[in-house]
């Protein structure tokens, strides 16, 4: 059994789908007004609550005997200052978080779950096939000119992540177009498109040393949709840290679009020297 902490996207559908196939039974918390109602029929249980409502969540788990639980999803930083309800336990926890970056907020909340008895874990152990490797998607090969756009968008990427800026950084031509903050990924592509047009290089890591059972970047159709929206010349992320979502549709839709899909080697950990790809890696 494996509990679910789902928030938005087609990450929580895809992975409750995977851990069933794998035998597990999946107890889902979801919340209102992120997750998508149909994750319901994909779980053998489900409970939904507000965001913010921290021991409404832990209780269910409880009451289900969950022992293991994941994170899948993202909630909406927007909705943290506008839609947070929080209960009596996260409350309380509000007082012990002494940062409010990402992986400082989050490791604050498993640790409130573990004190539980629900210990999180990372998701990949349940859905090792949806994650990312390394080489070229689909049938368009990244060019001369996306290759230097890529480069430089793994330096700015690394140097934005660092700071909690965003995980998104958009590039035309050694110029940077658009670095995500606070409005998502999607909302970045598409500012990048208005200001650019066509031919920009889309990048997306992880923070480095980001605890991946945290809200792990993902690519799916999506992301996909978005960049041939807006005539992205390619869409770049990390093996081994992404996770890929509908790969198979994602695949058509980029082929579709012309557009390059890479995976490339993940970054070093904050404390190493940044080195990037070589030909022979983009080349797959």
């Given at each position: 059994?494996?509990?679910?902490?789902?928030?938005?996207?087609?990450?929580?559908?895809?992975?409750?789908?995977?851990?069933?196939?794998?035998g597990?039974?999946?107890?889902?918390v979801?919340?209102?007004?992120?997750t998508?109602?149909?994750?319901?029929?994909?779980?053998?249980?489900?409970?939904?609550?507000?965001?913010?409502?921290?021991?409404?969540?832990?209780?269910?788990?409880?009451?289900?005997?969950?022992?293991?639980?994941?994170?899948?999803?993202?909630?909406?930083?927007?909705?943290?200052?506008?839609?947070?309800?929080?209960?009596?336990?996260?409350?309380?926890?509000?007082?012990?978080?002494?940062?409010?970056?990402?992986?400082?907020?989050?490791?604050?909340?498993?640790?409130?779950?573990e004190?539980?008895?629900?210990?999180?874990?990372?998701?990949?152990a349940?859905?090792?096939?949806m994650?990312?490797?390394l080489?070229?998607?689909?049938s368009?090969?990244?060019?001369?000119?996306?290759?230097?756009?890529?480069r430089?968008?793994?330096?700015?990427?690394?140097?934005?992540?660092?700071?909690e800026?965003g995980?998104?950084?958009?590039?035309?031509?050694?110029?940077?177009?658009?670095?995500?903050?606070?409005?998502?990924?999607?909302?970045?592509?598409?500012?990048?498109?208005?200001?650019?047009?066509?031919?920009?290089?889309?990048?997306?890591?992880?923070?480095?040393?980001?605890?991946?059972?945290?809200?792990?970047?993902?690519i799916?159709?999506?992301?996909?949709?978005?960049?041939?929206?807006?005539?992205?010349?390619?869409?770049?992320?990390?093996?081994?840290r992404?996770?890929?979502?509908?790969?198979?549709?994602?695949?058509?839709?980029?082929?579709?679009?012309?557009?390059?899909?890479?995976g490339?080697?993940p970054?070093?950990?904050?404390?190493?020297?940044?080195?990037?790809?070589?030909?022979d890696?983009?080349?797959?």
């Amino acid at each position: 059994m494996v509990g679910l902490i789902a928030g938005s996207g087609i990450f929580p559908l895809r992975f409750a789908e995977s851990a069933r196939r794998a035998g597990h039974r999946v107890v889902a918390v979801a919340h209102v007004g992120e997750t998508d109602p149909s994750l319901e029929a994909l779980c053998d249980e489900l409970r939904w609550v507000h965001v913010g409502q921290l021991g409404r969540t832990i209780r269910a788990f409880q009451a289900a005997k969950v022992g293991e639980a994941v994170m899948a999803g993202g909630i909406a930083k927007v909705r943290l200052f506008g839609g947070l309800r929080p209960d009596l336990a996260a409350l309380k926890l509000l007082t012990q978080i002494k940062s409010f970056d990402n992986d400082s907020l989050l490791g604050t909340v498993a640790r409130a779950f573990e004190e539980e008895g629900i210990r999180i874990v990372d998701p990949a152990a349940f859905c090792p096939d949806m994650i990312a490797r390394l080489g070229t998607y689909g049938s368009t090969e990244p060019g001369p000119s996306v290759e230097a756009d890529l480069r430089l968008g793994m330096t700015v990427a690394e140097v934005a992540s660092r700071a909690e800026v965003g995980q998104t950084v958009c590039i035309k031509d050694g110029a940077v177009v658009a670095v995500e903050a606070m409005e998502g990924t999607d909302r970045c592509i598409r500012r990048a498109g208005e200001l650019a047009g066509e031919g920009v290089v889309v990048v997306k890591v992880a923070m480095p040393g980001q605890d991946l059972r945290f809200d792990a970047p993902c690519i799916g159709p999506g992301t996909v949709r978005t960049c041939a929206e807006i005539g992205a010349a390619a869409l770049v992320f990390e093996a081994e840290r992404a996770v890929v979502l509908d790969e198979a549709e994602m695949v058509r839709l980029a082929d579709d679009a012309s557009l390059s899909i890479v995976g490339v080697p993940p970054l070093p950990a904050p404390s190493a020297v940044v080195s990037f790809p070589q030909r022979d890696v983009l080349d797959g």
